[in-house]
């Protein structure tokens, strides 16, 4: 059973990368190939310009142009699926690693939802935060887009906050991106391929394509642009407990989400705008020294991370904290109900294993506080301070 649970898990997730991948990265050659297309002065009506590209072995010649009324081609090639795949197998991914079982999902020392509770809290915001966009943009507010915009990054805003409130720091990321992800493949799946529908059924009964549908899939599709690079640093997030381990946490996320769109921004204007590459290495310069400096706080209340003052720590007694707290989940035999492997095949059964580890045990239990995971095996302060003098004084095993 728990085999199969995690080739399932590994199967989405490859599933998930690739199909996003593919989506990420056809939409960006669209855009690229947008705004690179050349208009000879002389153009036909219709014809929008033509761009030349050299890649696996030949030239290729790409037109873009409206169809002259009947004139469809044959065969006409759609991209939608990689979104829809990139969704489907995200969402499942979530259910099977988040809500299947117990443990990632709300963090004791964060709040006091259940399991349960945190399932509605997560799956509530990924469906009502694309609810909640989708209803906005297609209400009269959308006609000023500025104050509109300005609106959802303080629901944005909003959320964050609700969300590493209530769950735990790597769900609470996750969701985020879910939530991000869901509007994504819901601006595609409602809005984009319904316009290309509409167009592709206008150009074949020859009369004129619906004006408002293509205007809206436009706005939309400039949306998803903003999102992707937020997003895609969301999904890698889990790897980097400094970010949605900290105290700062919600910060941490607000920061990466704006600075992820400005970045952006600068890549989009870079066609037209000259001065773009100043623009550009600022928000990347002010967004890392920022997330520099909110990694690098110490709350109130932290571990000291090099404590020097303390007694020798003694390694029996580090041993035995080991053995209550961690060696459930980090052994060749775990106890734990929910994890049967060795979360990333760390192990502490032997004095040299957690030797071994002692930095990444400094990272995940003294300067943050995202081992033991969730807190299950409910570990104390003195137990964190006592580990982390241990580290201080050489990590000695004797
Ligand atoms: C309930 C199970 C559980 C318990 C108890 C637990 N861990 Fe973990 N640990 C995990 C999981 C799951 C991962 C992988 C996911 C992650 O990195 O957050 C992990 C990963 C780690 C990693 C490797 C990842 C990295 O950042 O380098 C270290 C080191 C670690 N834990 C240390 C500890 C220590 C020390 C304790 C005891 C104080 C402990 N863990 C208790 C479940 C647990």
Not at 49 to 69: A, R, T
Not at 315 to 321: A, D, E, L, S
């Amino acid at each position: 059973m728990d085999h199969l649970k995690e080739l399932l898990d590994l199967a989405l997730r490859w599933v998930h990368l690739i199909a996003g991948i593919m989506w990420v990265g056809n939409s960006m050659l669209f855009n690229w190939l947008d705004r690179n297309l050349i208009k000879p002065s002389d153009a036909k009506p219709g014809f929008e310009g033509e761009i030349w590209m050299v890649h696996s072995g030949g030239f290729y010649q790409v037109e873009k142009k409206q169809l002259e009324p009947h004139q469809m081609p044959s065969v006409l090639h759609w991209f939608k699926w990689q979104s829809y795949i990139t969704w489907m197998s995200g969402i499942s991914l979530l259910a099977l690693v988040y809500y299947a079982s117990e443990g990632f999902l709300v963090d004791p020392s964060v709040s006091k939802l259940t399991h349960a509770q945190g399932l509605m809290v997560g799956a509530g915001v990924v469906a009502g935060g694309f609810a909640a966009y989708d209803l906005l943009w297609r209400s009269p507010l959308a006609k000023v887009p500025n104050i509109l915009t300005a609106i959802c990054f303080l629901l944005l805003a909003a959320v964050i906050a609700l969300l590493t409130q209530l769950l735990s720091g790597r769900a609470a990321y996750i969701h985020l991106g879910a939530m991000m992800g869901t509007l994504m493949s819901g601006n595609v799946f409602f809005h984009i391929i319904p316009s290309q529908t509409e167009l592709a059924k206008a150009t074949k009964e020859g009369r004129p394509q619906e004006g408002s549908l293509g205007k809206h899939a436009k706005q939309r599709s400039i949306h998803n642009n903003y999102m992707t690079f937020p997003v895609l640093f969301i999904m890698i997030s889990n790897h980097f407990p400094s970010t949605y381990g900290s105290k700062y946490n919600y910060l941490i996320l607000a920061l990466l989400a704006v600075s992820g769109a400005t970045i952006r921004h600068f890549m989009n204007i870079r066609f037209w705008f000259r001065q773009w590459l100043v623009g550009f290495v600022a928000a990347i310069v002010i967004g890392s020294v920022c997330l520099f400096a909110l990694v690098s706080i110490k709350p109130e209340g932290a571990i000291a991370a090099s404590n020097n003052d303390g007694p020798m720590a003694d390694f029996k007694t580090v041993q035995m904290v080991v053995r209550e707290r961690c060696v459930q989940c980090h052994s060749s035999k775990p106890t734990d109900e929910v994890w049967k492997a060795a979360p990333v095949g760390v192990m502490f059964d032997s004095p040299e294993q957690i030797r071994q580890h002692a930095e990444r045990i400094k990272a995940r239990v003294v300067v943050g506080k995202t081992m033991p995971l969730g807190n299950k095996t409910k570990m104390t302060d003195e137990e964190r301070e006592l580990m982390s003098r241990w580290i201080y004084q050489g990590a000695k095993t004797n």
